[in-house]
C-alpha cells in the first residue's frame, strides 16, 4: 500500500534560518505529491505540489522537488518568518486506481523571534 | 461563500446528545470526506463520498452517521458519543477525474468537539 513518512517534530528554528522538513514515500505507480499546512485553529490548505518526477512545487518561498530515485519530496524555505510556524503534511495520491490521498503524520514547526 | 465551510466551529456535547456537523464545498468537487483529527495522532479518514456514493468508511463506529444530499453538502450525525471522540473534524473536498493533475483537497476549518 501507499504511505508517507515525515520528520518527527517540532522543528524549532530562529527566523531567517534555512528549513528542511524531509518527506520519503511509498507508493505503486506514479503519484502526485503535496505539501499542506495548517495553521493554528484552521484546517489544512494545500501549500505546494508536484505531479511528476523532477517537477519542482514551490510557493510562498516554499520548495519542494520530487524526486522519483529517492522517493523523496522535502520541503525548503531559505529563510523562515514567525508566521510560517505551523503543522506540515506531506501527502501524496496515487495515480489511477484510488484518489484517496495518504497523509504523512505532520510536522510541527515553531520559528522564534 | 467560497471554498469550504463547515459549521459550527465549536461544539460541546454530552453523551446522551445527538448533534450533527455540516460542510458546504462551493468548488464544483464530486468527492467529499469526513477526517478526524486528534492530538498527537494522524490524520484519521473517516468516510468518503464520491458523487453521493459513498466509497469508504474506515470502521468508523456507527455513532457517527454520514449523510451526503448532494455533491455540495455532507452531514456528520453525532449520537451517544464518548469522551474519547473529542477532537477537531475536518471536512474537504476534491475533484476526482481521470484526467486531474493530482488529487488535491480542500479543507474546511473544521469543528471542534468536545465531548462531556
Known amino acids: 500500500g501507499n504511505s508517507v513518512t515525515q520528520m518527527e517534530g517540532p522543528v524549532t528554528l530562529s527566523e531567517e534560518a534555512f528549513l528542511t522538513i524531509n518527506c520519503t514515500y511509498t507508493?505503486?505507480?506514479?503519484?502526485?505529491l503535496f505539501w499542506y499546512v495548517q495553521y493554528p485553529g484552521e484546517g489544512l490548505q494545500l501549500l505546494l505540489k508536484?505531479?511528476?518526477?523532477?517537477d519542482k512545487g514551490s510557493n510562498k518561498g516554499f520548495e519542494a522537488t520530487y524526486r522519483k530515485e529517492t522517493t523523496s519530496f522535502h520541503l525548503e524555505k531559505g529563510s523562515v518568518q514567525v508566521s510560517d510556524s505551523a503543522v506540515y503534511f506531506c501527502a501524496l495520491s496515487a495515480s489511477g486506481g484510488s484518489y484517496i490521498p495518504t497523509f504523512g503524520r505532520g510536522t510541527s514547526l515553531i520559528v522564534h523571534p | 461563500e467560497t471554498g469550504v465551510t463547515q459549521t459550527p466551529r465549536h461544539l460541546v456535547m454530552g453523551m446522551t446528545n445527538k448533534k450533527s456537523l455540516k460542510c458546504e464545498q462551493h468548488l464544483g468537487h464530486n468527492a467529499m470526506y469526513w477526517y478526524k483529527q486528534s492530538a498527537k495522532k494522524p490524520l484519521e479518514l473517516m468516510f468518503v463520498?464520491?458523487?453521493?456514493?459513498?466509497?469508504e468508511n474506515n470502521s468508523v463506529p456507527s455513532r457517527f452517521s454520514p449523510e451526503c444530499p448532494n455533491s455540495s453538502h455532507l452531514f456528520l450525525h453525532l449520537h451517544t458519543l464518548q469522551p474519547e471522540d473529542s477532537a477537531l473534524y475536518l471536512c474537504?473536498?476534491?475533484?476526482?477525474?481521470?484526467?486531474?493533475?493530482?488529487?488535491?483537497?480542500?479543507f474546511g476549518p473544521g469543528t471542534r468537539l468536545t465531548v462531556t
Open positions: 508536484a505531479t511528476k518526477a523532477d
Open positions: 474537504a473536498s476534491s475533484q476526482d477525474r481521470a484526467d486531474s493533475t493530482g488529487y488535491e483537497q480542500y
Open positions: 507508493a505503486t505507480g506514479y503519484p502526485s
Open positions: 463520498y464520491n458523487f453521493k456514493e459513498q466509497t
